[in-house]
């Protein structure tokens, strides 16, 4: 699943850095890009990471990871994004699927733990692609508490919440 909302400028680095610290050695996950203001330094602090097994959609977190530590990077294909050096659309969802990995950043359908990165911008905006599944996203971190219909949502059947 991808989120196709503009990034803010500020906002969504806490929450980010945070998510990114459960990562350990070895494990597989899938790092989708971040559009707008998103640079490759923010997954910097995955770079001393070994043996990492990344599925990513943005060539400069291919290269960013890759080629380093033992690391293996698959490059999903797609539609190339017009501003980003990124792929997107139904041939990246559809090719996620074939795929598992221990953590997912934003959510994918074939993660053991996905997580939801998002920050407070993202709440309540509309997708040019349709999200499914969230139902098995397993935590929300954000920088700041969404709404409170949100919230009473998010608690009802929703992640768990994570404030960072």
Request: hydrophobic share 40%; net charge positive; glycine share 10%.
């Amino acid at each position: 699943m991808w989120i196709c909302a503009r990034r803010r400028k500020r906002g969504g680095e806490t929450a980010d850095r945070r998510a990114r610290g459960g990562v350990r050695a070895g494990r597989s996950i899938i790092v989708h890009h971040r559009f707008g203001e998103y640079h490759a330094g923010a997954y910097a602090g995955l770079a001393d990471r070994h043996r990492l097994c990344v599925y990513t959609n943005d060539w400069r977190i291919a290269l960013l990871l890759g080629r380093c530590n033992g690391n293996r990077v698959t490059l999903l294909g797609g539609e190339l994004a017009e501003r980003e050096d990124a792929v997107f659309g139904l041939d990246t969802v559809q090719q996620l699927q074939q795929y598992h990995a221990d953590f997912a950043f934003v959510a994918a359908q074939a993660a053991s733990c996905a997580v939801v990165v998002a920050d407070r911008s993202k709440f309540g905006a509309v997708t040019p692609v349709r999200i499914r599944g969230f139902e098995t996203v397993r935590y929300l971190v954000t920088e700041s508490a969404p709404g409170k219909a949100l919230r009473r949502a998010l608690a009802s059947r929703g992640p768990e919440l994570i404030v960072a």
